[in-house]
């Protein structure tokens, strides 16, 4: 079973208190965007094998949103951190790197 931390309320989480909100770190399309940029933002996703960056709320917590690093093969978590930020923590980017040698952070647009 999944287990993340909140980073806001500080409570270890098992997915059944939590709901998944897909990707993170997404450019999000509003009004007077163009239809191709609309469409990419609804239905393109990376959904890579291996390091992946996903949305979570604390349904059954605090009720907050935050991001959480994760492998999509092994399950392993690498760490949270707050929905506010634009960009994974430096040092939550160098502990992946430091585990899986040749991942580097990309930005997304």
Known sequence: MLTLECPYCSIQAD?????????????????????????????????????HFERWRHVAGCGKWFHAARCTMTLEV?????????????????KISTKRPGWTWRAFS
């Open 15 to 51: 997915e059944t208190e939590l709901h998944a909100g897909g990707e993170a770190h997404l450019k999000r399309e509003t009004v007077g965007s163009l239809d191709n940029d609309f469409e990419d933002y609804l239905f393109m996703r990376e959904n890579p094998k291996g390091v």
């Open 78 to 94: 690498f760490g949270t951190y707050s929905a506010q930020t634009l960009a994974p923590p430096k040092d939550l980017r160098e």
